[in-house]
């Protein structure tokens, strides 16, 4: 259990609340290069920690990332016409670049000097790992940025399902290390099976265990924490465990254990204190689902399972078109796609979770250890030191691995995810 204060340090991040500030001293991956898809494209809504930004291509190809409001009358760059290397406000016709510089103010009179005086609010940019990612912190303060753990090199094939989710970024993340919630939350998705390793098709994902119960051990890094699931495997479980580790890099990326097939990894970014963007990523080689096959494998695509803003049609007020039937016949939750099970735990918790009166038992050890961790790491913000995971590093992110497979009893698992 947490204290009132400290879900709250946890929990908010908008304003000057210190989880926003420690996230702003990251890259953070603010939308989709899909949503960006040509020069001069519709520009698109950011909203992240609290603020409305808007993101546009000019026509170099470039991407730009502004305050939403126009800071003549502060009128919406939304609507605005994106042309000529820069985003006119319809307003007064006043153009900015991408680095927010004014290079047009056909209102003003001819010679007008205030045209060099104005500097709208802009963020760097990246495209890396089918994302563009910002730096939205103290831009004295910029770091180089870094390749993901899930995208090492700018060709690594990356397929994201992307949700809206009405639930803060916590409890969301508190499911990603969650592993003994998958023997039952996605029973009917993950199923054991006399497999030598974790696998995956069109239909399911394979273990090569029936354990519900796993021993849980947990390891603090310069990074954030990983920890093993330990369970007995379905073959020679005398002499053999079956271990699952999972990475947490803050403050946001979670390295969920692979399958022969892909890697599997999660970035959970907040909208707000409220609400959240899921970014459910498979990547790998040859052999991991292109993006329309992942997000089908899920149940999550645009115009059939989401709108246009990335928001599930399955909501409370139609009970998540639960398939009550389906349940009677097997399937344990009558939902399919394994996020959208998800989605149902986090949202029926309420945006944010009361962590003061929760019940917690051995199986919550890695959720108890990101909580220690993530609010120690906001009273250092306080505290005005630099965020978790700035300073020197041990790896670097394209070094940190999630791992599973079956293995001696006596194996050290922190030997395993470090071949």
Not at 14 to 33: E, S
Not at 220 to 238: S, V
Request: glycine share 6%; proline share 6%; with cysteine.
């Amino acid at each position: 259990m947490l204290t009132i204060e400290e879900n709250e340090l946890l929990t908010k991040v908008t304003g000057d609340a210190p989880m926003g500030q420690l996230m702003r001293q990251h890259w953070v991956p603010v939308c989709l290069i899909e949503e960006l898809p040509e020069a001069d494209c519709t520009p698109l809504l950011v909203e992240v920690f609290g603020e409305r930004l808007v993101a546009f291509r000019d026509s170099n190809g470039n991407v730009g990332l502004l305050d939403e409001l126009c800071p003549h009358r502060h009128a919406s760059l939304l609507y605005g016409r994106s042309e000529n290397c820069g985003l006119v406000c319809l307003y007064h016709g006043w153009k900015f670049d991408t680095s927010g510089h004014c290079t047009e103010m056909p209102s003003e009179p001819e010679g007008s000097q205030l045209i060099n005086k104005v500097l709208h609010k802009a963020y760097p940019t990246r495209e890396w790992g089918s994302f563009v990612w910002a730096w939205l912190g103290d831009p004295s303060k910029e770091s180089t940025f870094e390749p993901p753990a899930f995208a090492p090199k700018e060709d690594t094939k990356v397929s994201v399902t992307r949700m809206r989710i009405p639930a803060n970024w916590a409890q969301i993340m508190e499911g990603q290390i969650d592993s003994s919630h998958s023997s039952s939350l996605h029973s009917s998705d993950m199923l054991p099976a006399r497999v030598e390793a974790a696998a995956a098709d069109n239909k399911a994902w394979y273990r090569p265990s029936t354990d519900r119960s796993p021993r849980l051990q947990v390891e603090r890094t310069d990074y954030g924490f990983h920890y093993a699931a330990i369970r007995h495997p379905i073959k020679q479980a005398n002499v053999n465990d079956y271990f699952r580790i999972t990475e947490f890099i803050a403050p946001f990326t979670c390295l969920i254990p692979p399958n022969s097939s892909y890697n599997v990894t999660t970035v959970v970014v907040p909208v707000d204190d409220s609400t959240s963007m899921l970014n459910f990523i498979a990547w790998g080689g040859e052999t991991c689902p292109d993006t329309d096959e992942w997000r089908q494998f899920n149940h999550a695509v645009v115009g059939v399972d989401l709108d246009n803003n990335w928001l599930s049609k399955r909501q409370p007020h139609n009970r998540f078109l639960q398939d009550r039937e389906a349940m009677k016949n097997g399937n344990f939750t009558g939902v399919p796609g394994i996020p959208n099970q998800d989605v149902i735990m986090w949202v029926s918790m309420g945006t944010v979770v009361n962590r003061t009166t929760d019940k917690l038992g051995a199986s919550d050890q890695a959720v108890v250890e990101f909580r220690k961790l993530m609010v120690d790491a906001a009273k250092t913000i306080l505290a005005g030191d630099p965020a978790i995971g700035t300073g020197p590093k041990s790896l670097s992110h394209v070094q940190i691995r999630s791992y599973e497979g079956v293995h001696t009893k006596e194996t050290d698992w922190r030997t395993l995810c470090r071949a």
